[in-house]
């Protein structure tokens, strides 16, 4: 276990007995061959939540409005992924209308649809607090350098009594048919509401560059879980 790794672990202790708010999140690729054989995997910790996450946190804890028209330090709003501002007169999540673990909103992203959700890119470009965008997204498509998203999979609850741990784990397959590699380096976490968005929450760069083979096909889930003091 690297020096970093435990410093989180401690961290996390520390809030659970301080009873301070630290979600955690992990990052786990898998790349599987037609066969069957998985042929790359690997797991990183996700530490790369945005402005926009930490907003949307603070809307939701302090019940206050994400109002501001200008996005920056200091201001409640959200920018989305065509850069336009979104300051609204009512909460992000909580008066969210559908159900957003089973309708196509939230995480869970449409068949096809590489807007929102869990989506790929090919940028080597480092992390960023401030980033609203996937830098180099891979669109959706059997062409040279494209990707076939699927329908993201329901959400997996999970509540571990010993640990005092909540975990919700967002998964999805993404399938390469487009008769060449593909090379990823980068995956988002999109939000999208109803009427709203999509807004980037986190952008991890990977490790290691990911190779998918011609008729391959991707898995990455994404875990965040909440340890809770009692």
């Given at each position: 276990?690297?020096?970093?790794?435990?410093?989180?672990?401690?961290?996390?202790?520390?809030?659970?007995?301080?009873?301070?708010?630290?979600?955690?999140?992990?990052?786990?690729?898998?790349?599987?061959?037609?066969?069957?054989?998985?042929?790359?995997?690997?797991?990183?910790?996700?530490?790369?939540?945005?402005?926009?996450?930490?907003?949307?946190?603070?809307?939701?804890?302090?019940?206050?409005?994400?109002?501001?028209?200008?996005?920056?330090a200091g201001l409640m709003s959200e920018k989305k992924v065509d850069s336009g501002i979104l300051g609204m007169a009512n909460q992000m999540v909580l008066d969210q209308p559908l159900n957003v673990e089973t309708d196509p909103t939230g995480y869970r992203s449409a068949s096809g649809n590489a807007g929102y959700g869990i989506v790929v890119g090919s940028s080597i470009q480092a992390e960023?607090?401030?980033?609203?965008?996937?830098?180099?997204?891979?669109?959706?498509?059997?062409?040279?350098?494209?990707?076939?998203?699927?329908?993201?999979?329901?959400?997996?609850?999970?509540?571990?009594?010993?640990?005092?741990?909540?975990?919700?784990?967002?998964?999805?397959?993404?399938?390469?048919?487009?008769?060449?590699?593909?090379?990823?380096?980068?995956?988002?976490?999109?939000?999208?509401?109803?009427?709203?968005?999509?807004?980037?929450?986190?952008?991890?760069?990977?490790?290691?560059?990911?190779?998918?083979?011609?008729?391959?096909?991707?898995?990455?889930?994404?875990?965040?879980?909440?340890?809770?003091?009692?």
């Amino acid at each position: 276990m690297n020096t970093e790794e435990k410093e989180y672990q401690k961290l996390s202790k520390m809030g659970q007995s301080l009873g301070v708010i630290i979600p955690e999140c992990f990052l786990e690729i898998e790349v599987k061959l037609t066969s069957g054989e998985v042929c790359s995997h690997y797991k990183q910790r996700s530490h790369s939540w945005v402005r926009n996450a930490y907003n949307l946190m603070m809307t939701q804890l302090g019940a206050i409005n994400a109002s501001d028209v200008t996005f920056g330090a200091g201001l409640m709003s959200e920018k989305k992924v065509d850069s336009g501002i979104l300051g609204m007169a009512n909460q992000m999540v909580l008066d969210q209308p559908l159900n957003v673990e089973t309708d196509p909103t939230g995480y869970r992203s449409a068949s096809g649809n590489a807007g929102y959700g869990i989506v790929v890119g090919s940028s080597i470009q480092a992390e960023s607090f401030e980033n609203s965008i996937l830098i180099t997204p891979i669109a959706n498509g059997v062409g040279a350098g494209q990707l076939s998203y699927n329908l993201a999979e329901v959400p997996v609850k999970s509540y571990d009594v010993p640990s005092l741990t909540y975990s919700v784990a967002h998964v999805r397959y993404i399938n390469n048919n487009s008769g060449g590699n593909v090379l990823v380096n980068e995956v988002a976490l999109i939000a999208r509401g109803v009427s709203y968005g999509p807004f980037l929450m986190s952008r991890d760069h990977l490790l290691a560059t990911v190779t998918i083979p011609s008729t391959g096909q991707l898995k990455v889930t994404y875990t965040i879980s909440l340890v809770y003091p009692a």
